[in-house]
């Protein structure tokens, strides 16, 4: 009694109605080991013998489990025979099967029931064990594929391997589920049994290559017929038809994949695109918007938020612009990789849609932060001007307080002779003050009108107070010379006055008129912007304290008259009223203006000083900023040239091209602290309101531009190198045709006139038609430019082994059983649910008479493949 047992997942012969195996299964084992025996060119006659020696034995199991056993012995003796035997045996147990009561002994010795128990558990493990359909393994998985095969066919009803094949119809439905062409299953009977099993057993072995095993007479004139020997002979039908439907759906869940993929590829691309020029057309209205504000603090605040977008929003979205190229690039390569229509994006978001929008984003960004940093320098002048506006009208107003009422009192009608002349030279005085005052009044009026000039927010404002001031001015003009006119009427009636207080008046008046002007232009403001001006003016103020020396002997020879009139006066007993009648000044006034220039003069020197250490500062930011600048413009353009050379270098391969690329890119990340660094100290120069920088010819601005370019030219020559290795593994070219495509392209790229100089060269010889062709093919969209990814593609286009519609349909046409439309049911039967529900909520349906419920166009979705892509 042989019995055996199988390790792990799979069948055990207990999982069968009986284990017993006897001399009626030889037969059809042997024309099972036949059919792969002769695969090497032998096979057997008898069972018990032919393997007795084990060397068609150990051959059988190479050719049923394409492995190589261990070499067998080529000796007669009965011990060569068992040591090939039990290679045999070990070999089996290798795989699973755990062997009880079988010895190598009894397979030499010829035992019939070891030997047929022996090729049943290598049937069991290699023909049935590795049957697996919906879950179901062994003799479950294939009695549920042959139910799932034959189940539309009348009469058929497949519940065993014994009675349910006794009538030969189960085989026919399965011969014709798979090959309608070989059997006509409408003209078959039930009652014609013996026909139907011979009819199945020739079309197999003739057409199917499955040798007959089994004997119609006997399957028929049997109760129940043997279960091993029809389960042997149908496993074979498995084999045939399940391999086919398996390469079937292998093929189409492979196209399906990529299809998704790229379509996913195709909608990340538009989503990015759509984002990215939504972005663009938010941020040029605002970058175009170059209305000033009014004041000093809102026009820094829109500098600030110039900066913020140059730091923070600008950049995610350079990175943004570059991804994009880069996913359109390995989009379309992975495209025609997959004999793919190339991708066009919706209207509007190309490629070069998104460079000409970006294009235009930097043409409106160009001029706006020097239009900002004007504005501001305007306002700064506003603001200065206002404040100095102001100040000279302090000044001028609280001079003209009450003179009008002084010029319009009529004291000189009851004054005396004596006080008729004082108040004669009095006028004269204050004429000449006036006149003194004239350069002040037209400084107002010349402020006013720069001020309008350079559309100063609250010029109704300045131009009020200076017309009131031109209007008075004018008043007061025309009531001094009503005065004058009147004191000259009278001035025959009247005495000279004392000669010493009218030279005093003479003297104490200009004196006066310098100290205020010098005090005047002691508390004037200033607004400098380099060293230079500031020691300018620093220099005029020294030049000023030198005339102090000279302004003081003035001081003390007009102080001296005022003295000589005292002397006079108590030397002939004179009682002086205390007031020079020529003059408002007293030697008071004059002594308390001159202290109050003494006092300002030191206050001046401190002002100036404070501002040229902010000078010296300014100018210290200027050379830190220029140090920097200096060092990295050059670093950037270096790398831009280093980057040049390895995409055109061939002495290495792309792997290596790729790492040196990274390690570029890996310095150039490193770097980006020097930039940020330089950012900082140009922040510091804008809020010091630095406008010139003579140590450098490098702008912030040159060095931001330079880096994007930097940044985006690594990545795309890494995404150029990428889709290289993608194309060389897809293609399968070599490194050394690599490295020739790229000698050929470099030297056509190297010449003086390029390719097109290759163009003439190709018209002078005839070729213009097919030099044209190659053209369209490299330079699709006739820009005049071909990249090495273009020319890689002609070179390797017609060696391309890639899937076609013809070879999907052929795949969809095994799956529908050769019928022109394929079922709900057969997609999700043959195919994963996810490639299955791909196929069916894309298919259309098909038309057609008679034609059952859930059929599926697969022919037109085929081509649709590999036709214009929807997105």
């Not at 020396?549 to 108590?570: F, H, S, V, Y």
């Not at 001159?594 to 500062?617: C, F, G, S």
Request: aromatic share 8%; net charge negative.
């Amino acid at each position: 009694i042989w019995s055996c047992e199988t390790g792990g997942v799979g069948v055990s012969p207990s999982s069968l109605t009986s284990n017993y195996i006897g001399p009626e299964h030889s037969s059809t084992f042997t024309a099972w080991c036949n059919s792969h025996l002769r695969k090497a060119g032998t096979q057997i006659e008898n069972i018990e013998e032919d393997f007795r020696n084990g060397l068609k034995l150990m051959l059988l199991l190479e050719v049923i489990s394409g492995e190589r056993l261990p070499k067998p012995d080529k000796g007669k003796m009965r011990f060569h025979k068992i040591a090939n035997v039990n290679k045999a045996l070990d070999f089996i147990a290798s795989k699973g099967v755990k062997l009880v009561s079988i010895g190598a002994e009894e397979i030499v010795d010829g035992n019939v029931k070891m030997t047929l128990g022996m090729i049943w558990t290598i049937i069991l493990r290699f023909a049935i064990q590795d049957i697996s359909v919906e879950e179901t393994s062994a003799k479950e998985g294939l009695l549920l594929w042959c139910q799932r095969k034959t189940a539309p066919y009348r009469n058929v009803n497949v519940q065993n391997f014994h009675i349910s094949w006794k009538d030969g119809l189960a085989l026919c439905a399965l011969i014709h589920r798979h090959r309608p062409d070989l059997i006509d299953y409408s003209k078959l009977r039930k009652d014609d049994p013996i026909g139907n099993l011979n009819t199945a057993f020739e079309v197999a072995e003739k057409f199917l290559d499955i040798p007959k095993m089994l004997d119609a007479e006997d399957i028929v004139n049997t109760p129940k017929p043997d279960e091993k020997a029809i389960m042997t002979y149908v496993s074979c039908f498995y084999h045939a038809f399940a391999g086919a439907e398996q390469t079937a759906a292998n093929r189409i869940c492979k196209v399906l994949a990529v299809n998704q993929e790229n379509e996913r590829l195709m909608e990340e691309y538009e989503k990015l695109a759509s984002e990215l020029l939504e972005w663009i057309r938010r941020t040029i209205p605002w970058l175009e918007n170059r209305v000033a504000e009014q004041t000093m603090r809102a026009m820094q605040q829109k500098l600030e938020d110039f900066r913020d977008y140059r730091r923070v929003h600008k950049p995610p979205r350079v990175q943004e612009k570059c991804q994009l190229e880069i996913n359109f690039n390995t989009l379309q390569t992975k495209l025609r990789l997959s004999n793919r229509p190339a991708f066009m994006p919706s209207e509007g978001k190309m490629v070069s849609d998104i460079a000409n929008a970006w294009k235009g984003l930097e043409q409106v960004e160009k001029g706006y932060e020097e239009w900002l940093l004007t504005e501001i320098r305007r306002l700064e002048r506003l603001d200065h001007l206002a404040e100095k506006f102001k100040q000279k009208c302090n000044l001028h107003e609280a001079w003209t307080a009450g003179k009008e009422d002084l010029l319009t009192q009529k004291d000189y009608e009851s004054a005396s002779l004596m006080e008729i002349r004082a108040l004669m030279r009095k006028h004269e005085a204050f004429e000449s003050d006036l006149a003194a005052h004239q350069d002040r009044v037209e400084q107002i009026a010349a402020i006013a009108q720069e001020l309008n000039e350079l559309d100063y927010h609250d010029a109704a404002t300045i131009n009020a107070r200076c017309q009131g001031i031109c209007d008075q001015w004018d008043n007061l003009g025309t009531l001094t010379q009503k005065r004058r006119d009147a004191l000259e009427r009278v001035e025959k009636l009247w005495e000279t006055i004392d000669q010493l207080y009218l030279e005093f008046a003479k003297r104490a008046a200009p004196f006066n008129n310098w100290m205020d002007g010098a005090t005047e232009d002691l508390q004037d403001m200033f607004i400098v912007h380099s060293i230079e001006e500031i020691q300018s003016l620093i220099t005029a103020h020294d030049q000023f304290k030198a005339t102090l020396p000279e302004a003081d002997k003035e001081r003390m020879a007009t102080m001296g008259i005022q003295n000589e009139i005292l002397k006079i006066a108590q030397t002939y007993g004179i009682k002086l009223s205390g007031i020079n009648p020529y003059t408002n000044l007293s030697p008071q006034d004059i002594t308390n203006k001159w202290e109050t220039v003494k006092h300002l003069v030191p206050l001046r020197d401190q002002m100036l000083q404070e501002e040229l250490a902010r000078q010296q500062a300014n100018e210290r930011l200027r050379r830190q900023f220029a140090a920097q600048a200096n060092i990295i413009g050059p670093w950037i353009q270096t790398k831009m040239e280093e980057i040049g050379h390895v995409s055109v270098d061939i002495s290495g391969s792309l792997e290596e091209q790729m790492n040196n690329l990274k390690q570029y890119e890996q310095n150039i990340i490193n770097y980006k602290s020097n930039i940020d660094k330089l950012e900082g100290d140009h922040q510091l120069i804008q809020e010091a309101l630095i406008f010139d920088n003579k140590h450098t010819n490098y702008t912030m601005e040159h060095i931001r531009v330079g880096w994007e370019q930097l940044l985006t030219t690594i990545a795309r020559t890494i995404n150029e190198v990428e889709n290289q290795i993608l194309t060389r593994d897809a293609k399968g070219i070599s490194q050394e045709q690599l490295n020739e495509f790229r000698a050929s392209f470099n030297h056509f790229d190297r010449v003086s006139m390029g390719w097109k100089a290759f163009k003439g060269e190709k018209n002078k010889n005839g070729g213009e038609v097919e030099f044209a062709r190659i053209m369209t093919l490299v330079d699709p969209n006739n820009t005049g430019v071909v990249t090495f990814q273009a020319f890689i593609d002609f070179m390797t286009r017609e060696t391309a082994e890639t899937d076609t519609a013809e070879q999907v349909m052929a795949s969809f046409k095994i799956l529908a059983s050769d019928k022109p439309y394929i079922t709900v049911d057969e997609l999700r039967r043959e195919l994963p649910p996810e490639q299955a529900e791909y196929c069916i909520t894309r298919m259309t349906k098909y038309i057609g008479t008679d034609i059952p419920p859930g059929a599926l166009d697969y022919i037109s979705f085929s081509s649709a493949l590999y036709g214009e892509s929807d997105l």
